[in-house]
């Protein structure tokens, strides 16, 4: 079939589609949590002392007793069969974005060739997968292949269903034989452990006696675009690599801003729904669902979690996202930047932390400039933003990141705090040295008497920002779409148990001369504002006065790309910084880099011989078809005294001989392999590669305007953005 007649195939079936029924949705109250292993569950199946010691693991971080191991594996097997479960996995989270998991069987065959159900705490509590076959960074050698998983507690067992059958899963962090931690969970639980303790530390010097552990809270807005699969299956860059590599814009794109909060699709909302009933069962407390601005482009927003189980979550979310669109013939996208000149897809991270006896500590409440507790917290983000805003950067550096940041309501590179005309106006005063008061929110009267009037915010929101104060949080705007939520919550819990500890060491040793508490806490904060004000900032983060102000004047990294970020991982301060709080080992930090640059190098190349292929095996030919035929038009219209001119067959001719040299120059670079360092290749893909690949793009895309229709090979922008 020709890549023309693939794609009138293709439209035509969708058109034919016969839709899938939405399912009449079973009552909340039946569905939550059903295929979890919950407390409330345990607490019915579990010895009373056994639950005791299980939920103070859970909820007051206590150490895991592992003698109660067998009654607890033997409650949570028969809860899982009861549930149809034949299988049992430890799931993971390696190095790869994605999720991992080993599937065993609870059988187990006897001596008289009989076989039983069995599954122990051993099994619960350590499994062994290959340690060796999964990214590692030079941690685990080929033949040195043992590594571990150890069953995570904290974040709850559940059942994943499919047509096939239920499985029991059970969260688990993964480590080499020699300790290191060869996923994403360990390092977050250990900076996690961190920042408790350092937030302890402030609390108590606050005078506070009764303090709970401290926990990270998590609440990730997930962004994704749906494309009938009939396209996908026709674009091989979207198959293998995401996004498109190809492809003209459509005349209408997001200009009249006519999709965001749009009516849903009634096939797109069946989809929301099938995915929203999964979620529900699964614990995953998915609250919001919208249109989003791109054509194409949707949301869904979960409410806030802890940290551990919201990342958890957010794996099983992007998980259910995608295998959820196959049943209804869709292909959920979570590149970044899928198609050129719209909207890409974020992952706004929205943070915070607090207790069971202090409440959230970021939470500013009524009257912020006397809420001591708030201001030293708030501060001690300012601080770490500003000292580690190169390593929040390098957090979120892939290759197909690099794509969405800077525009379209994307953050730029550069690392930046906004908090709000309220905010803003109290860390001025602290810096004058005397606080005195609050603005007012105020009223807004919409000055109609049938509408209710109501609380302004106190402060507007700042789209263009990368890291914002949201009212009683932090929203990390620069996440990407397809990351992880790991990464940058290890990174920000780190950077503010370094502050924190900051924080405690200076006020203790002011308070052990003497000082006065009020006046210790002001000056602290005082030092903070002045020393690290710089990263604070509440205009337009796309305008180019702000690039230079920043970089110039104030002294913030502008780190373009994913090349330029990710060395910051090999800097003495950030190896210190995450050994000295037990995070993350000089070794385990060096692994990540090297990890994380070859999947940027991978990514590119993959791209590159992708943009090859196509524009090979697919434009080109299409090209000189159409010249052939239009040659053939013109010459015949001639002979029949019809002068048309040969300006359309010189201007293709011209493009399609400017794509042809600029693809020779992207194959003689993708076959470049001799570099002396990680770094220059990064720098090579970024600064070559990754140019040679938009310059044949550029050709591409005009020549696709060129061509009659029925020759064109790809699915287009028209159809895969507005044909559902």
């Known amino acids: ?403 969405r940041l800077g525009a379209n309501e994307a953050p730029p590179a550069i690392m930046s705090v906004y908090l709000g005309t309220q905010l803003d106006n109290v860390f001025e005063q602290i810096s004058n040295g005397k606080i005195t008061g609050s603005l007012n929110a105020g009223v807004m009267n919409l000055g109609i008497n049938t509408l209710p009037t109501f609380n302004k915010d106190a402060g507007d929101r700042n789209r263009t920002s990368p890291f914002a104060f949201t009212g009683n949080r932090f929203e990390f705007r620069a996440v990407g779409s397809g990351q992880s939520v790991a990464g940058p919550l290890v990174t920000m819990n780190t950077m503010l148990a370094d502050s924190l500890n900051w924080m405690a060491d200076r006020m203790e040793s002011k308070l052990a001369q003497g000082g006065d508490r009020d006046s210790v806490i002001l000056n602290t904060l005082k030092e903070i504002i002045d020393k690290h004000g710089a990263v604070v900032f509440s205009g337009n983060g796309y305008s180019a006065e702000w690039h230079k102000m920043a970089v110039e004047e104030r002294g913030l990294a502008n780190l373009k790309t994913a090349a330029d970020a990710l060395p910051v991982l090999k800097q003495p301060h950030i190896e210190e910084l995450f050994n000295k709080l037990g995070v993350l080992s000089p070794v385990e930090l060096a692994s990540r880099f090297e990890i994380y640059a070859e999947q940027y190098v991978l990514a590119i190349e993959v791209e590159a011989k992708l943009v090859v292929s196509m524009a090979k095996t697919g434009i080109y030919p299409a090209a000189v078809k159409y010249l052939s035929d239009l040659s053939s038009t013109i010459s015949g219209l001639k002979s029949n005294d019809i002068e048309l001119g040969n300006e359309p067959l010189t201007r293709i001719t011209k493009l399609l001989t400017a794509m042809m040299e600029k693809l020779d120059k992207l194959v003689d670079a993708i076959a470049q392999h001799d570099f002396s360092t990680i770094e220059e290749h990064l720098q090579f893909c970024a600064k070559t590669i990754r140019p040679l690949m938009d310059e044949v793009r550029h050709y591409a895309d005009a020549l696709e305007g060129e061509i009659a229709d029925e020759l064109w090979p790809y699915p287009t922008y028209q159809e895969m953005l507005f044909i559902k």
């Open 1 to 403: 079939m020709t890549g023309n007649a693939a794609r009138v195939q293709a439209v035509q079936n969708i058109t034919n589609r016969r839709p899938m029924p939405a399912k009449q949705p079973e009552s909340l109250s039946s569905l939550w949590a059903s295929d979890v292993f919950t407390l409330s569950k345990m607490k019915e199946s579990l010895p009373k002392e056994v639950f005791k010691s299980v939920k103070k693991t859970i909820e007051a971080s206590e150490e895991l007793d592992v003698s109660i191991a067998d009654v607890v594996a033997l409650a949570m097997k028969d809860w899982a069969m009861s549930k149809g479960a034949l299988y049992y996995a430890h799931v993971f989270y390696p190095l790869t974005n994605a999720t991992a998991e080993k599937h065993d069987g609870f059988i187990s065959v006897q001596s008289d060739g009989s076989v039983i159900s069995e599954f122990s705490g051993k099994v619960l509590v350590q499994g062994e997968p290959d340690g060796s076959s999964f990214p590692n960074g030079g941690i685990r050698s080929t033949f040195e292949a043992r590594g571990y998983t150890a069953w995570d507690v904290t974040s709850p067992a559940f059942i994943m269903t499919t047509d096939n059958g239920a499985t029991l899963c059970i969260p688990t962090v993964f480590v080499s034989w020699t300790g290191e931690a060869l996923d994403k969970k360990t390092p977050l639980l250990r900076a996690n452990a961190a920042m408790n303790k350092a937030a302890q530390r402030v609390l108590s010097l606050l005078g506070h006696t009764n303090i709970a552990p401290v926990n990270s809270s998590c609440g990730a807005e997930q962004e994704y675009f749906l494309v009938d699969a009939n396209f996908v299956n026709n674009r091989p860059d979207l198959l293998l690599a995401g996004r498109t590599l190809f492809g003209a814009p459509a005349a209408k794109g997001q200009q009249f801003d006519d999709h965001y909060f749009g009516a849903i699709p009634e096939r797109i909302q069946v989809y929301m729904q099938d995915v929203e009933e999964q979620l529900y069962r699964l614990g995953i407390p998915a609250k919001t669902r919208h249109n989003e601005v791109a054509p194409g482009q949707f949301e869904i927003a979960p409410f806030f979690e802890s940290a551990n189980v919201a990342t958890d979550h957010q794996q099983l979310l992007m998980t259910v996202l995608r295998n959820t669109a196959k049943k209804h013939g869709l292909v959920c996208l979570l590149h970044e930047k899928p198609f050129k000149g719209i909207n890409g897809s974020g992952k706004h991270v929205n943070w915070s932390v607090g207790n069971a006896t202090q409440g959230n500590l970021l939470d500013p409440g009524n009257t912020p400039h006397s809420n001591t507790q708030f201001l030293l917290f708030c501060g001690a983000v300012i601080r770490g933003v500003h000292k580690y805003g190169p390593l929040l950067r390098a957090a979120i550096a892939t290759a197909s990141n690099d794509h």
